[in-house]
């Protein structure tokens, strides 16, 4: 089974400061690890996705993430805030199962940005 | 390309009522998933269909399913429903058979009084 798991279900920072969100991932494969956005009312925007290439991936908006085997871990981040950054952020995780595709998301983490 | 697209946008029925919910994929898209996200649970896995079959499925009662035409549009119908079943549901396309980023629709919220 597959699990990831976000510590922090809510994140304040201040504009221009740096954003970091966590997420942890347990899988017995090779995990594909993925970050998406949603804002209010809205469905979930994919930010970057991670597929067993380049460990650093960047992707929109600024955002970048990193995978680290060795912690489990593909935290998010974005050098400096913007008001529009806030929103909901959930890591997810993707497994093969019955020959399909299946994602499985942690809780998300609420991002306040303040001037 | 169009983005997928998902009707109704909102839906209020009453318990015991059944409802039936669409998702237009993207384009050449053959993978279409459901999500239903509620405050409690967060977002969980429905089903899965690639063309017109269900390859997964997720640990719902019975009351959920769903199906998939050969245009690849689908529906997910939910009979008998209760008061717990109000939630935002998410369709998804994807355009591979493997792991490949989903993309999402805006979701239909569905109110159960």
């Known amino acids: 089974a597959q699990s990831v798991t976000q510590l922090g279900s809510h994140v304040s920072v201040s504009e221009g400061a740096l954003v970091l969100l966590r997420c942890n991932y347990s899988?017995?494969?090779?995990?594909?690890l993925f970050w998406y956005v949603q804002y209010p009312n809205q469905g979930l925007q994919l930010l970057l996705k991670?597929?067993?290439?380049?460990?650093l991936v960047k992707g929109i908006n600024g955002f970048e993430a990193e995978f680290k085997k060795s912690e489990t871990s593909f935290h998010l981040t974005k050098p400096s805030a913007h008001m529009s950054d806030a929103a909901e952020y959930f890591c997810a995780v993707s497994a093969i199962t019955g020959g399909g595709n299946k994602l499985t998301f942690g809780t998300g983490t609420q991002l306040k940005v303040e001037l | 390309k169009a983005g997928v697209t998902q009707t109704p946008r909102y839906l209020i029925k009453t318990r015991g009522q059944q409802v039936t919910l669409s998702c237009s994929p993207i384009?050449?898209?053959?993978?279409v998933s459901w999500y239903q996200q509620t405050p409690g649970q967060g977002l969980q896995f429905l089903f899965e269909?690639?063309?017109?079959?269900?390859?997964n499925k997720g640990n719902f009662p019975g009351r959920f399913s769903g199906r998939q035409f050969s245009n690849s549009r689908s529906e997910m119908n939910v009979s008998t429903l209760e008061l717990g079943d109000s939630a935002l549901y998410l369709c998804a396309s994807s355009d591979l058979a493997g792991v490949e980023e989903q993309y999402f629709g805006p979701g239909t919220r569905l109110t159960v009084t």
């Open positions: 899988s017995s494969v090779p995990p594909y």
């Open positions: 269909y690639f063309s017109e079959t269900q390859r």
């Open positions: 384009s050449g898209h053959r993978s």
């Open positions: 991670y597929t067993s290439a380049a460990t």
